[in-house]
């Protein structure tokens, strides 16, 4: 005997979001019991602290999903200088005695910085991904597509529905999820197990 299941948008919204709150979880998890100070370290070679990885997480999420809403604007489109790869960009970038203003954004989204709290953006996640969640509720179709801004690293042409930016998060959120068990190993030990 086989059965038939009829899958809803609504079926389908309720496991993209279980799957992304579970990976959630597992970002926040790491940071229990820790002391700002910790939440802030960088326990190895890398440049990533759990405060940082959160914020970095929180604004990814923030930006996919006013792109799922109202799709890119042109402020978001990047071009290289003319004649320059993407890996001559990177090492020219990192060449640089004085680092443009939009760099030195992006890195702090990996710090905790002074006068922030692990508390602190621990609670602007959770304010994100409740706005997350309303934001989904409200959308009437997950097939809406928009066309991604014009950069390097993306296809010319390319549009991701939804459902596809949904799927993103979930990857993003996941991914960083293990670096935050590596860095908290780092540490004091503790792991997620």
Known sequence: MTSTTTSTDADERADLLAELAQARHWLVFPTRDLTDEQAASRPTVSQLSLGGLIKHVTKVEENWMRFAVHGSSPEEDFELPEGMSLDDFEGWIASLDEKPDWLVERENEFRLLPGETLAGVVAAYHETAA???????????????????????????????????????IAETTQHAGHADMLREHIDGATSM
């Open 131 to 169: 706005r997350t969640e309303r934001t989904l509720a409200s959308l009437p179709d997950l097939n809406v597509r928009h066309a991604l801004p014009k950069a390097p690293w993306h296809e010319p042409g390319t549009t991701w529905s939804v459902r596809r930016v949904l799927i993103h998060i």
